[in-house]
């Protein structure tokens, strides 16, 4: 007996994946906007935008410093006002605080919506895609302009050209999503490129590791963050096997 791939079922198994992908469409727009009400009645939208562009680069620019004294003397948890991003995330926050605020969500998610749109992924993935922006954590990272949103747009590129994967040292929990494009030859290139860029900051990274060493906190703490990245992956890989 032949086996039918997705695409041999005819009409009914589409038209149940678009109804899918309407309805958990639909269901994550609404998570954001109950999110964003949420943030809204605290003053909290665009909290981590606010924290990276204000916060962490004006304290750089004028003191030198990027991490905070508590983050020094012993351990500390990972809440309130610490930093735990490494010395070259300076080369996306100082740019990006030059320019309208607004750009800092439109640009990565512009990124993953043209990745997306020209990947063509095959119909029977459009309810998977659907199904992991539902999750609260996007949500969130939309609402508060967390760094995911960056991240995510990272993997989309990375899908194109691996050695963009390498950006994602700028959020070190993400990094090991990288790894898995290192079998590209550019990839190495770029990890070259990546450690000369490194060596300006010179003694932030000793701070860094400190700091980072100090921390109590989760080396799980951004799994639930999976679910995002793995939006333009699974419209890449999608894609390619309907080419084939």
Known sequence: MKLRSPRDTGH???ALAIALTVVLSAFAAA???AVFNGALRRGDVGYDAWFYLDEIVKRWLATGEMYYPVQFVGPYPDVGIVNLYPPL???LFVPMSLLPRVLWWA???ATLAWHVWTARPTWWSWPLIALASCTLPVAAAIVYGNTDLWCVAFVALACRFAPAALLLALKPSMFPIALLFARDRRWWFGLAMLT???IPFGALWIEWFVALGNV???VLRNA???PLMAIPALAWWTRAQTAE
């Open 12 to 14: 009914a198994p589409r």
């Open 31 to 33: 998570q954001v906007v």
């Open 89 to 91: 995330t300076m080369y």
């Open 107 to 109: 640009v990565p998610l």
């Open 196 to 198: 000369a860029a490194s």
């Open 216 to 218: 109590q906190s989760n």
């Open 224 to 226: 639930h963050s999976l």
